[in-house]
């Protein structure tokens, strides 16, 4: 008789294309790991395993594993009304979910524009600049900057956006009109290092030097992460993003603040543009709105943007089957009352120091190099020698991540990230609802499977 996990593990090699995952080991008969139930800050495997999920599935379980008052809500949403769509119709839990987010939101962003995830929010959001600009007689600014090694999502505009030339290369040629600038690394910065506010502005002023290249008349957009994720969590200098809005308004270009992992708690605020002081014209947001339990994205647009949509036959010729859908909306409101609840940004902003102090722990390791990031959102970056900053070279770092570290992590009972789009980090990003216990877990396996792998090199 076949067990239920080996016919589990047939059907995955046989059937299931993972995302972003390699497939030759499983083809080759290596087990696909299943994970089968989530409880709080863990998860368990089909062998009853548990594992601390220190990145939030994805950077989306905000209220952690098991909630059950996010099932219940999705089931009572499902019996009343399972699906419609908001192509010209609207329905109750898309509506109350608009308006409570354009009351979080900051400033005058007062209309939700609802899609399933995040890719397409940034699709939506490029759309929108360029359609906004046609409609006020500006129909040559087209053009959108964002960072070097930043991730802005799969779908081709979302991809041309994005800084990851690896990433990019399989699915070119892509959408014309994507540019890139500096990122704000400062670990890595080939210009004031050790001045935090002098490397923002010189950062930022990256911006306005690609604006004035390519012409204020032809770019529409910027599309900026308040801490970047790819490259392991670049948090912005001080005085960064009001530079960069000043430019914004300087050229009439759209600043739009991709939240979709920093939104929702991540930083300790409903929105990362709050936790560092700036206005932007949208913001893109997914992941954490529903911690997950359901899949909703969008975004949060000024007053500014929709005002000629609202004028005769105008119309965002844009939208998806399943934007707004009913059970994911009530899931978001059930969401964010459980945040108020529990008083989730409170808990990030009271234990975020000590998040970062547990992983500080790990300078004095060899390999560790970097400790960076913001709330609980964190990139560990490791090197090869901590005096110079040498980073691996490719076979190295093929070894070392991939090789080992991913598999090692895992079988120490963390789930988290070993990443090298950019140079090699670690990165975390735990559920909400963590605390110095989790802090404590995460460091000492992360001290001893780095320890061990320094040992390998």
Avoid at 1 to 20: G, I, V
Avoid at 116 to 142: F, I, Q, R
Avoid at 379 to 385: A, P, S
Wanted: hydrophobic share 40%; net charge negative; proline share 6%.
């Amino acid at each position: 008789m076949t067990h239920p996990s080996e016919s589990l593990q047939s059907a995955a090699r046989d059937h299931l294309w993972m995302h972003f995952a390699r497939h030759s080991a499983v083809v080759a008969g290596a087990e696909v790991p299943m994970i089968v139930r989530g409880e709080g800050a863990y998860v368990f495997d089909d062998q009853g395993r548990r594992y601390l999920d220190g990145l939030a599935g994805l950077f989306t379980v905000q209220a952690g594993h098991g909630r059950e008052e996010l099932a219940q809500a999705a089931a009572k949403q499902a019996a009343e009304l399972a699906f419609f769509p908001i192509w010209s119709y609207g329905h109750p839990k898309a509506v109350e979910l608009a308006a409570r987010l354009a009351d979080l939101a900051p400033g005058d962003l007062n209309r939700v524009f609802f899609t399933t995830g995040g890719g397409e929010a940034v699709e939506s959001a490029w759309k929108l600049a360029k359609h906004y600009y046609k409609l006020v007689g500006k129909p040559g600014k087209h053009k959108v900057i964002s960072r070097a090694v930043a991730y802005h999502g799969t779908p081709h505009g979302a991809l041309s956006l994005t800084g990851l030339p690896g990433i990019k290369a399989p699915y070119e040629p892509l959408v014309p009109s994507g540019f890139r600038v500096p990122n704000t690394n400062i670990y890595r910065a080939s210009a004031h290092a050790d001045a935090p506010e002098a490397f923002g502005r010189w950062a930022a002023d990256r911006i306005e030097e690609a604006i004035e290249f390519e012409g204020p008349d032809t770019v529409a957009a910027v599309f900026l992460e308040p801490v970047q994720n790819a490259g392991g969590c670049f948090p912005p200098p001080p005085g960064y993003f009001q530079r960069v809005r000043e430019i914004c308004d300087k050229h009439d270009v759209l600043l739009v603040s991709d939240e979709v992992i920093c939104a929702f708690g991540r930083l300790g605020t409903m929105f990362g543009a709050q936790k560092f002081d700036f206005q932007p014209d949208i913001i893109t947001f997914a992941k954490g709105l529903t911690s997950g339990y359901s899949p909703l994205g969008g975004m949060l647009v000024s007053d500014r943007l929709f005002e000629p949509f609202a004028q005769g036959a105008n119309m965002f010729a844009h939208g998806y089957t399943f934007g707004g859908h009913p059970v994911s909306s009530a899931v978001a409101l059930a969401n964010l009352d459980l945040f108020e609840r529990e008083d989730l940004l409170g808990h990030v902003s009271r234990n975020e120091a000590a998040f970062r102090a547990t992983l500080e722990k790990l300078l004095d390791l060899p390999i560790v190099g970097d400790v960076r990031g913001d709330g609980y959102f964190y990139g560990i970056e490791l090197v090869k020698d901590k005096a110079t900053k040498e980073t691996f070279d490719d076979d190295e770092s093929e070894r070392l991540l991939r090789g080992f570290l991913d598999k090692a992590l895992f079988e120490n009972g963390l789930y988290c990230r070993a990443d090298d789009r950019g140079d090699p980090v670690v990165q975390l990003a735990p559920p909400l609802v963590c605390d110095q216990a989790q802090f404590d877990e995460m460091e000492q396996i992360l001290r001893s499977v780095l320890t061990e792998a320094w040992a390998k090199l």
